[in-house]
């Protein structure tokens, strides 16, 4: 399953994600920059945020009650796109996903 992260400078990294992990877990796994993953994914520190690229929304689906609660204090701005990643779960139907990065996660 490829998962590409958009940087905001426009430098995109494709990497290729176990299935069942999540997109947070995959771009911790591989040490990249943007996706910080502080509490490991029990959706309590939103250093996690990223925006589902449009041509995937329909795929990645809503965000729960809960994670609305918590993007509510990312450090960026939070739009229609904003999901904690390590809410989504990486299937074959999300092969060639793309998000993009906030600017900072602190
Ligand atoms: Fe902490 Fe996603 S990793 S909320």
């Known amino acids: 399953i490829k ?6 400078d426009g430098t995109a990294t494709t990497l290729e994600a ?3 992990s999540s997109v947070m877990q995959t ?3 591989n040490d990249l920059d943007g996706i910080v993953g502080e509490c490991g994914g029990a ?3 939103a250093t996690c945020h ?10 990645t689906g809503a965000r729960s009650s809960d994670e609305e609660e918590m993007l509510e204090g990312a450090a ?10 390590c809410q989504i ?6 092969d060639g996903l793309v998000v ?7």
């Open 18 to 20: 176990e299935p069942g």
């Open 89 to 94: 779960r990486l299937d074959p139907a999300l």
């Open 76 to 85: 960026t701005e939070v739009t229609e796109a904003s999901r904690l990643s």
């Open 27 to 29: 771009a911790v796994a």
């Open 3 to 8: 998962v590409t992260y958009v940087a905001p």
């Open 43 to 45: 959706m309590m520190c």
């Open 50 to 59: 990223c925006y589902v690229d449009p041509a995937w929304q329909d795929r």
């Open 100 to 106: 993009h990065l906030p600017e900072e996660q602190h």
